[in-house]
T-cell receptor, first 117, second 112 residues
Framework: GAGVSQSPSNKVTEKGKDVELRCDPI?????LYWYRQRLGQGLEFLIY????????KSGLPSDRFSAERTGESVSTLTIQRTQQEDSAVYLC???????????????FGPGTRLTVL | ELKVEQNPLFLSMQEGKNYTIYCNYS?????LYWYRQDPGKSLESLFV?????AVKQEGRLMASLDTKARLSTLHITAAVHDLSATYFC????????????FGTGTSLTVIP
């Protein structure tokens, strides 16, 4: 079946511009995560959505970052007034949460590589 | 805050050799995950370990979990070049948070 998809795959923008990144999770997955991965580094948690609950925004690095999710489907991550330090790969993942088996493995999308000039 | 550390960060090994990657975490966790990331690619799930003493094997990779020691290992047997990648472990705590805490990653290079 279809996996997690993200768009665009690459985005080059100028400092100060706003960007919007999109994530389409696996159908039926109630949980959706956004991560940031800087070059050669591990994953940095940004935000988490679970169903209709209030999102966990504790990982957002500044108020320039925001994210929305429509029901249990598409999510968009918006970065306003981009800075060079925002350059990274932004990964989206989805999972079934609290499944009876307990295997809430996250399935990752291919990522969006953001370059801020 | 839960911290996850991997050791080593970089590993270069010859084909045919065995080696172990270690993943330590700082507080009680219910589940531990191993992921693989190829250069320029996204993360691929390898193993999910759900209980103390759990052992999973797939090909030349075997993962184990010791929840008392807060330690998971990823053992590589008779390494081949195709295993070259970055390996991440991650833990989460059921019902107490939404975050997966990822380790720093171990970059593995298998030399022919």
């Amino acid at each position: 079946g279809a996996g997690v998809s993200q768009s665009p795959s690459n985005k080059v923008t100028e400092k100060g511009k706003d960007v919007e990144l999109r994530c389409d999770p696996i159908s039926g997955h109630t949980a959706l995560y956004w991560y940031r991965q800087r070059l050669g580094q591990g994953l940095e948690f940004l935000i988490y959505f679970q169903g209709n609950s209030a999102p966990d925004k504790s990982g957002l690095p500044s108020d320039r970052f925001s994210a929305e999710r429509t029901g249990e489907s598409v999510s968009t991550l918006t970065i306003q007034r981009t800075q060079q330090e925002d350059s990274a790969v932004y990964l989206c993942a989805s999972s079934l949460l609290f499944s009876s088996v307990g295997t809430d493995t996250q399935y990752f999308g291919p990522g969006t590589r953001l370059t801020v000039l | 805050e839960l911290k996850v550390e991997q050791n080593p960060l970089f590993l270069s090994m010859q084909e045919g050799k065995n080696y172990t990657i270690y993943c330590n975490y700082s507080t009680t966790s219910d589940r531990l995950y191993w992921y693989r990331q190829d250069p320029g690619k996204s993360l691929e799930s390898l193993f999910v370990l759900l209980s103390n003493g759990a052992v999973k094997q797939e090909g030349r990779l075997m993962a184990s979990l010791d929840t008392k020691a807060r330690l998971s290992t990823l053992h590589i047997t008779a390494a081949v070049h195709d295993l070259s990648a970055t390996y991440f472990c991650a833990v989460d705590i059921l019902f107490t948070g939404n975050q997966f805490y990822f380790g720093t990653g171990t970059s593995l290079t298998v030399i022919p």
